[in-house]
């Protein structure tokens, strides 16, 4: 798979290409220093997956994933201390979150997973963004808390999972199940949310587990 690197930092970008060159089925095919630079060579190089950095000169990573995000995968790299350009690129588009201080196996399979067209939430990046979004009251009305009542009880604890930013390799460990039927499962919950991501229908589950008076969250005993 074609990895692009955006980040204004040169030893940053550096460090990255140096771990995504220990796998094997991974190509680093540039680098670029700020946004409009990101936004050309994206068109002529035609990665897989983009690593783009936030606060960049000349044009910064929100306004280059609001370009780029409906044709590739914008994958944000960050350094986990500025809430508000965390949520700036969720809204733009961004397809997920790797940390720049992550184990370089995760950076890794992060980028494998953006390959394949899975959502990537670091868990400590997913909880910050949501409850943001929930504290500012992003989420429409009251109505985008309450679960639908035909989760079964699987499928709530994957949602569960979805709110917590775990892969399918993670939530297959956790549940003991296979990752195909994990794959399975988040389909089917994603489909009877509404949703057409993982980061969207973690946002509802917080809402519903933060939300008093509202119906069960993920896992919630009572259900069937």
Request: proline content about 4%; glycine content about 10%.
């Amino acid at each position: 798979m074609k990895v692009l690197i955006v980040d204004d930092h040169a030893t940053v970008r550096m460090g990255i290409r140096l771990v995504l060159q220990a796998a094997a089925d991974v190509e680093v095919v540039g680098e670029a220093g700020d946004g409009r630079s990101a936004i050309s060579m994206a068109r002529a190089l035609n990665p897989d997956v983009i690593l783009m950095d936030l606060r960049m000169p000349r044009l910064d990573g929100i306004e280059a994933t609001k370009v780029l995000h409906e044709s590739y995968r914008v994958v944000v790299l960050t350094t986990f201390d500025d809430d508000q350009y965390l949520f700036g690129a969720l809204q733009a588009g961004a397809h997920g979150f790797l940390l720049k201080s992550a184990e370089p196996e995760a950076i890794i399979m992060g980028v494998r997973a953006a390959a394949r067209g899975e959502s990537v939430l670091d868990p400590q990046v997913t909880s910050r963004i949501v409850s943001r979004a929930l504290a500012s009251q992003t989420l429409a009305s009251d109505t985008d808390y309450t679960l639908p009542d035909d989760l079964t009880g699987r499928e709530r604890e994957v949602l569960d999972g979805l709110a917590q930013g775990l892969s399918n390799p993670q939530l297959a460990q956790l549940l003991g199940i296979g990752q195909s039927t994990v794959k399975s499962h988040v389909s089917q919950v994603l489909a009877k949310l509404g949703v057409s991501t993982r980061w969207q229908a973690a946002k509802i589950a917080y809402g519903a587990t933060s939300s008093p008076g509202k119906k069960g969250g993920p896992a919630d005993p009572g259900t069937p």
